[in-house]
């Protein structure tokens, strides 16, 4: 169970996974294709979940889930931990990653202009397609883990760098009921 | 030594989603229902037995007779259990390991449902093979 892939080649099914949903099959229907991309994810997470948890022992509560998700999990996918841990114990957890790996080689397109909407939020949009993926890995893992939640992701806009999406932590926040 | 064994998966859902049995002593008719039963019947204490420890090899966890079940828990609630009546505590602990392993790979297949029925009969000669091995 020890076999590798480069990782140009997981960023081009990522990227193309992407691309064909929303532009091939549910081209009119966003929110189908990101439903879609989210389902997939939890299919993985739910399957890298169990993978990862084999060697060693089993989670006694929530905050152990959390946290192996922020640590173990994070760095067996992306190769660094989480940055940031918040949470307003009530049931709900923000996750901060400062470089999201999947996303640091995405450039804005500055030639993007048509008039109706702002190429900031359009842009965003775009990135949000990419998020879901990753929403769907957290979500299938801890529901395999017995934490049933809702993940949703969005990247933090700072004003200074406009089509630099490389320095924008990307924010995960997890809820679940209490 | 003629030896009885039964061996079940159960998913988290309580369903169970692979039996067999593995034992090398001839089987009475209603030996394989009674098996079923026992194992069935300490699903319960599993289930209370499982949030008190961290460990994944849970070992002998009930009695029937002269038989024995023990339970390894993985972590996604996933119960591998088996009814016997051998003493090998080491034994065992390996064969739920390496079946454990077997899981993870019908697991990482994506036309696998997770929590329907495994019927893959490379799996079963797998297990039956690992059972001979270690029981």
Redesign the interface.
């Known amino acids: ?1 020890g076999r590798e892939v480069s990782e140009s080649c997981i960023d081009s099914l990522l990227t193309e996974m992407v691309a064909s949903y929303c532009n091939q099959f549910y081209s009119n229907t966003p929110e189908l294709a990101a439903r879609r991309i989210e389902a997939i994810g939890y ?1 993985v997470g ?2 890298l ?3 990862y ?2 060697d ?5 509560d929530h905050l152990e889930a959390i946290k192996f998700i922020c640590k173990d999990f994070w760095s067996e996918l992306f190769k660094k931990q989480i940055d940031n841990l918040k949470t307003n114990h009530r049931g709900t957890f923000v996750l901060q990653d400062n470089k999201f790996r999947w996303l640091s080689r995405i450039s804005g397109d500055p030639s993007v202009d048509n008039g109706t909407q702002d190429p900031e939020s359009k842009a965003a949009q775009a990135m949000s397609m990419y998020l879901y993926f990753p929403c769907g890995i957290i979500r299938g893992a801890l529901s ?3 934490i049933p939640c809702a993940v949703s992701a969005d990247i933090s806009s700072l004003p200074a760098c406009e089509y630099n999406w490389i320095l924008r932590p990307c924010c995960f926040s997890i809820k679940y009921a209490f | 030594m003629a030896t009885t064994a039964c061996f079940i998966i159960v998913s ?1 859902n309580d369903i169970p989603i692979y039996e067999t049995d593995a034992g090398s002593a001839t089987k009475r008719e209603d030996a394989s229902q009674m098996h079923q039963f026992i194992l069935h019947a300490a699903l319960d204490i599993v289930q209370d037995l ?2 008190t420890t ?3 090899y849970l070992k002998a966890i009930d009695r029937f007779n002269d038989m024995v079940v023990s339970v390894y ?5 996933t119960r591998f259990m088996l009814l016997h009546d051998s003493r090998n505590d080491d034994g065992i602990k390996s064969f739920f390991q390496e079946v ?2 077997l899981y ?2 019908i ?2 297949n ?1 036309l696998y449902l ?1 929590g329907s029925r495994i019927t893959s009969s490379h799996f079963d000669t797998k297990v039956r093979a690992l059972a001979r091995k270690y029981l």
């Open positions: 169970m299919q739910h399957q979940s169990e993978r948890t084999m060693r022992p089993r989670f006694t395999n883990l017995g | 988290r499982a949030w961290s460990a994944m828990v993985t972590a996604g609630h454990h392993e993870i790979k697991l990482l994506p997770p």
